[in-house]
Structures are given as C-alpha cells and as structure tokens.
C-alpha cells in the first residue's frame, strides 16, 4: 500500500518509518500516504505509542519544493482565488496537527537533517529525542515562503513569540543543544541510539495515566 512510508507495530508501539532515502524528502506521495496512515491509524485500538523516524541517516529533508510550488501554481490558474490555494495548503497543517489529538504519545526520533516541514512534523509529536549531530531550521523564507504545516502556529507556543519570529524569518539552521536550550527539542543523544532512547521514553510514556497528562 505504501511506497514511501513503512508501517508496523511492535507489541503496542507503532513504528512509522519516512522511507525515501537517503534524504527522505516529503513529496506529494508521502502526503498522501500520511493522510492514508493518520486515517488508518484511527483503528488501531492496541496501539500505545507511536515513534516516527527516518530511513537511514536522515530524518527528512522537508518538503519538495518543486513540488510544493507546481501544486500552488496549479491550484491558483484553476481556481483564480488565492484563498483556496490556503485552504489547499492548510489540509497538510491539519494532517500533520491532528496528531496532538491522539490520546497516546507520539515522539519523534531525528537524526540527520530535519528540515521545514519535517521539523514541522516533528514538532507536532508530543517528544522529540534527537541525535548530536542533527541538523534542524525552518529555511523557507530562503525561498520566498513561510513554514506552512504548523510552525507559525506550533513553534510560538514552545519558544515564544519573539523567538519564533526570529527562527522562521532567518531561515537559520540550528544545533541539537540549541534546540534543547529553546526547549524544542526534549532529549539529544549519540545518533546510534536515537531510536533506542525513543523507545525507552515510548515505554516510559505509556502508561495509562497519559490520557490524564495530555488533556491538562
């Protein structure tokens, strides 16, 4: 059913890997496989935890550009309207939002480059464990735009207004400590035991007294 997604679960943890390498970049296929797997996951009752990772090195380069401005372009000689070119893009914030939603944990297991749109989706889960040596930014003010799956919205809730603003307006790239000390990121270790450390903090967070902590 997937191309670019590889889903399984492991006991009662999910394991939803962006299999793309070697970046892993989001195109329009991975968006339509994550809608598929956000819908299917509704039904999975014995799932306690989710981790999402990276095939490989990386954790996602983020979405595809080219892709990202056909899709505007196509839309707006369509329709005339900017305004359902946002709601067009606003599909993905909600996909991608609707994962604060679940009543279990999600943690988001980065290594390698996170970048726009994946750090997005990382920022959507409840955890982020990252390797030493990851790479995480919002560059798409480099291109003219603005994060457009919810780091307009999400980031500002975990650093600030004024911090956000100078995140998402630089473009800059940004260390694993330097996300920990913005409180973006929860946990860094060495990159060989990400997942490892994922699926301790998974383990740790399932509990049920989670649906308690999450509604506060």
């Not at 989710?50 to 372009?73: M, P, T």
């Not at 003010?141 to 207004?161: A, E, Q, R």
Request: one cysteine or more; proline letters at 4%.
């Amino acid at each position: 059913m997937y191309k670019v997604l590889n889903w399984h679960i492991k006991k009662d943890i999910g394991y939803l890997e962006i299999n793309n390498p070697p970046s892993n970049p989001m195109d329009v296929t991975f968006f339509k496989e994550f809608y598929w797997w956000r819908t299917e996951l509704s039904e999975k009752k014995e799932i306690k935890a989710i981790i999402i990772y990276g095939k490989g090195r990386h954790f996602s380069s983020g979405a595809v550009l080219s892709d990202l401005l056909g899709i505007i372009n196509r839309r707006h000689q369509k329709d005339g309207d900017i305004q359902k070119v946002s709601s067009f893009l606003n599909q993905n914030s909600k996909l991608f939002y609707s994962l604060k939603e679940l009543n279990i944990p999600v943690i988001a297991a980065v290594r390698g480059v996170c970048l726009g749109s994946a750090l997005e989706l990382a920022l959507c889960s409840d955890y982020i464990v990252c390797g030493e040596k990851a790479v995480l930014g919002l560059p798409e003010s480099t291109f003219g735009l603005i994060p457009g799956c919810t780091g307009t919205y999400v980031l500002p809730k975990l650093v600030g207004k004024a911090l956000a603003i100078d995140i998402i307006l630089s473009g800059q790239t940004f260390s694993p400590a330097e996300a920990k000390n913005m409180g973006i990121v929860q946990r860094v270790v060495p990159t060989k035991e990400v997942l490892k450390h994922a699926e301790q903090i998974a383990e740790r967070l399932k509990t049920r007294f989670y649906k308690e902590l999450k509604s506060i």
